[in-house]
């Protein structure tokens, strides 16, 4: 059985119940980002889900150098902070850096190592040292079994509360695939395995000065993924995904999620 790690509350692994990190890529204005939160915080209670509000400040891997990014991390951090006090629920998002690391440290719930920085040993480790949940998604370039290395960083610095996040393997070019054995590969490494249901289907650099994908295979791959056993889905969504600033191609409509909830919930009670 894989270790709990609990988040204010929110309890991914063991037995617990099937658990939610869901919200926008990126954070595009305060307004949209809270008006996010509030449905989805919402629905949460409505639907008695373990949840956990993610966005990010700052999308540092876009394919264009013309991709917007976000407000950066002194505004970014501002609005999650608000986020977090407003509807006291547990926040993630992304750190690129060791320098970040403890400023982002002292607002969030959740440090989360992109999936391009897995490998980096200092900002793993700082991360770690922060104390805080890291939430480490594997790279599309590593097989399933090379996270127990990245676990090793973590847990040298004393910190055990490690979750791991599989989003994808490339497959060719500008193409993932999502190898649900990984799932079970990861699971033996004894922490909470999260499957990231959007990104999985994602296509990077796929359209040119931007990634592509095919958003309506998200929910196709997220049963499969629960009736596999994770302990946790992430899944990126807007109101209107067309008219996001990143991923719009793999963003789930919010109006989606909670007929998607319905059933994951069917699949997780009869796995």
Not at 33 to 59: G, T
């Amino acid at each position: 059985m894989t270790k709990v790690v609990d988040v204010n509350g929110v309890k991914f692994g063991g037995k617990n119940p099937l658990a939610l990190i869901a919200g926008p890529c990126v954070i595009e204005s305060r307004e949209l980002c809270m008006d996010m939160a509030k449905r989805l915080v919402d629905m949460a209670k409505r639907m008695d889900i373990p949840f956990v509000f993610k966005a990010s400040y700052d999308k540092a891997n876009r394919t264009s150098i013309n991709s917007y990014r976000g407000p950066g991390i002194a505004k970014g951090l501002e609005i999650l902070a608000e986020i977090k006090a407003k509807y006291n629920v547990p926040v993630l998002t992304d750190v690129h850096s060791e320098q970040e690391v403890p400023i982002v440290a002292q607002v969030v719930d959740i440090l989360q190592i992109p999936a391009f920085l897995c490998r980096q040993t200092d900002l793993v480790t700082a991360a770690g040292e922060s104390g805080k949940t890291v939430n480490v998604k594997k790279g599309q370039f590593l097989a399933p079994w090379d996270m127990e290395n990245v676990i090793k960083k973590i847990e040298a610095t004393g910190n055990k509360k490690i979750m791991l996040t599989e989003r994808g393997v490339s497959f060719g070019y500008n193409t993932l695939v999502a190898d649900m054995r990984s799932l079970l590969v990861m699971s033996e490494l004894g922490y909470p395995v999260i499957f990231d249901c959007t990104h999985s289907v994602q296509s990077p650099g796929g359209a040119g000065d931007a990634s592509g994908g095919e958003g309506r295979y998200a929910p196709y791959l997220a049963k499969a993924a629960v009736a596999v056993g994770v302990d946790g889905i992430f899944l990126e969504t807007n109101v209107d995904p067309s008219k996001a600033l990143s991923d719009k191609a793999n963003a789930m409509p919010f109006a989606d999620v909670p007929g998607l909830w319905k059933k994951l919930n069917a699949i997780n009670e009869v796995k």
